[in-house]
């Protein structure tokens, strides 16, 4: 009976322990911190340079450290594939950032079927489109829509000023603007989205004697070779690229997300978000 008695109290005060000493140091969890938690999903496109890895794992890592901010990463993406699209539909994440124009322009149309989840694509070229964002949910960073008339208008201008003659090439869906070639120079411009152009162009600008030859839409490497073999000056408009500038976009992001300042759209990049590079 005493044996009963001694096991009996020794229970009694373990409990006492547990409910006075033990139990104050577990932590009552805010269901309203539970509710304010923000997750961010990152996705970017493969062949990232590691410098660019390393300053978006560090700005993460930043974001989980001191912002609270957890977040997963779906590195070297060409594809998603069906599991990550199902992880993306089904996880509650709070932003999904997707880097990488071809990227972009995959997750798009999941991304307009998800209006749970705020949506953000960072092209990171020169933007060949400029799709017209309307949800809600999405913004897209991208250069903007006349981004290359910009960059090459002064050269153009120069070269009028000073009667030099541009032979140029470009495709039906990105006519040359009407001050850099008028109409009545239209025989100036060939397409290299028509069958058998090469040839035509050849003799057009043996014709012509341009001065310079100007690329004005994307030509593959064999094309682009052949152009130049013609022994005429060519300025390559295409070649001129960016480098995003990852501390300011994501010190924008994060004063997005802190501040709940949505604004959706198609979004040009700032003189700040982007460096130009010309070749």
């Not at 594809?79 to 999904?96: E, G, H, M, S």
């Not at 060949?128 to 250069?143: A, L």
């Not at 009667?163 to 001050?179: A, D, H, Q, R």
Request: charged content about 20%; aromatic content about 8%.
């Amino acid at each position: 009976m005493s044996k009963m008695r001694w096991t009996t109290g020794l229970l009694t005060l373990c409990i006492l322990f547990v409910l006075g000493g033990c139990g104050k140091n577990i932590p009552a969890i805010d269901p309203a911190l539970l509710e304010s938690k923000v997750s961010v999903l990152i996705i970017s496109k493969e062949q990232i340079s590691d410098t660019t890895k390393s300053t978006l794992q560090n700005a993460f890592l930043s974001w989980r450290d001191s912002h609270h901010i957890a977040f997963d990463w779906m590195a070297d993406t060409a594809v998603l594939t069906d599991l990550q699209i199902t992880a993306l539909k089904n996880r509650p994440y709070t932003y999904i950032i997707v880097i990488g124009n071809e990227l972009n322009r995959q997750v798009w149309p999941i991304a307009a079927s998800l209006p749970s989840k705020k949506w953000i694509l960072l092209d990171d070229t020169v933007s060949v489109d400029n799709p017209p964002i309307t949800d809600k949910h999405i913004v897209w960073k991208q250069t903007e829509q006349n981004f290359m008339e910009k960059q090459w208008e002064e050269w153009v201008k120069q070269q009028q000023v000073l009667g030099k003659s541009i032979e140029w090439v470009t495709i039906g869906s990105k006519p040359i603007p009407s001050l850099w070639a008028p109409s009545e120079e239209a025989e100036t411009i060939s397409l290299s989205d028509a069958e058998g152009w090469f040839p035509q162009f050849q003799n057009q600008v043996r014709r012509h004697g341009p001065s310079w030859i100007a690329v004005y839409s994307p030509l593959d490497a064999n094309s682009l070779q052949r152009v130049k073999n013609l022994k005429v000056p060519v300025v390559d408009m295409t070649a001129v690229s960016i480098e995003l500038q990852w501390g300011n976009i994501l010190t924008s992001i994060l004063q997005t997300i802190e501040s709940k300042a949505w604004v959706n759209g198609s979004l040009a990049y700032t003189s700040q978000e982007i460096q130009i590079v010309k070749p």
